[in-house]
C-alpha cells in the first residue's frame, strides 16, 4: 500500500530578484509586477498555488518590493472610487488579488541565490513539505503541473521538481536532470542535477524550470551548502545531496511536463507570453488575433 504524506498548503514564491534583464522598467517596478496583459506576472504565479490547493503563501521578498504587498492589499480608496461609479466590473478585479490567499512575507536581505531565499522560509514552513514557486515560469491553469507534483509527493514522499525538455543547445541555461524511468508516464527518478551544465556534460536534454514540491529536510542541508555557480547557494546542489542519499529527506522525483508554459524571465520570451496569452482571451483575442494577422502580413 502506498504510504500518506502530510497535506501540503504551503507555497513559497521567491521575488527578491533585482530584474536586472528589464532594466530601465524595474528601476524602480519589481520585475514581478511588470504586466501579462491586464495583470502583473506575480498574480498568476499565486492564482496557480492557489488552485492547486495552497491556499498560504509566502513570498520572499527584498529592497523596492513594497508594490507586491501593496497588489495583494485592500486598496480601499480605490474600491470606494469604483462603487462611487458603480464599476461592479473593475471592482472585482480589483479585489481578487487581495481575496486570493493568506498572503505572507519576509525580506532576503542579502540576495545569496535561489537556495537561499528558499531556507528564508524555513521558520514559516516549518516540519511540513512545500511547494516553491519561480515566477518567471508561468504555467498555463489548464495544465495542472502543480497539482500533479503535490499529489506525487503526498503519495511517494520526498521532493518533486518540474522538467521539461528543451533543446540541447540551450541546456547550458538551465538545471539538468539525469533521470530514470519509473512506471508511471509522465515520472522519473532524479538521479543526480547539475546547474546549467556545458551542452556536452548534460546528462540529459531535461531542464528544471521553477517548480518544486519539497521535504522540509532540504533546510537543513541548505545550512551547510556553500556558495556554487555564481558565488550563489544554489538549490539544485541541495536537491544533488537528496537524490543521492534519499534517506535524508527521501526521494527526488521529476513530473516531465508537455504542457503550455510561458517564460518571462527574458524581453523577447516575455513579449511572445504577452502575444499568445492575449490571442487566446475572448475578450481581446478576435481583435487581437486579427490584427496581428494583418501588421505580420504587411512586415512580410
Known sequence: MTQSHPRISKAVIPAAGLGTRFLPATKATPKEMLPVVDKPAIQYVVEEAVAAGLSDVLMITGRNKRPLEDHFDRNYELESALTRKGDAERLQKVQESSDLATMHYVRQGDPRGLGHAVLCAAPHVGDQPFAVLLGDDLIDPRDPLLAR???????????????????????????????????????????????????????????????????????????????????????????????????????????????RRYDTGDRGDYLRAIVRLACEREDLGPDFRTWLRSYVTEEM
Do not use: W
Request: charged fraction near 25%; hydrophobic fraction near 40%.
Open 149 to 259: 507534483m503535490v499529489d506525487i509527493q503526498e503519495r511517494e514522499g520526498g521532493n518533486v521538481i518540474a522538467l521539461m525538455e528543451v533543446a540541447p543547445e540551450q541546456i547550458h541555461m538551465y538545471g539538468c536532470a539525469a533521470v530514470e524511468s519509473t512506471a508511471q508516464g509522465d515520472v522519473v527518478r532524479v538521479t543526480g542535477l547539475v546547474e546549467k551544465p556545458d551542452t556536452a556534460e548534460a546528462p540529459s536534454n531535461l531542464a528544471v524550470i521553477g517548480r518544486y514540491v519539497l521535504d522540509p529536510a532540504v533546510f537543513d542541508i541548505l545550512r551547510k551548502t556553500e556558495p556554487g555557480r555564481g558565488g550563489e547557494i544554489q538549490l539544485t546542489d541541495a536537491l544533488q545531496l537528496l537524490a543521492e542519499d534519499e534517506k535524508i529527506g527521501g526521494p527526488v522525483h521529476g513530473v516531465v511536463f508537455k504542457g
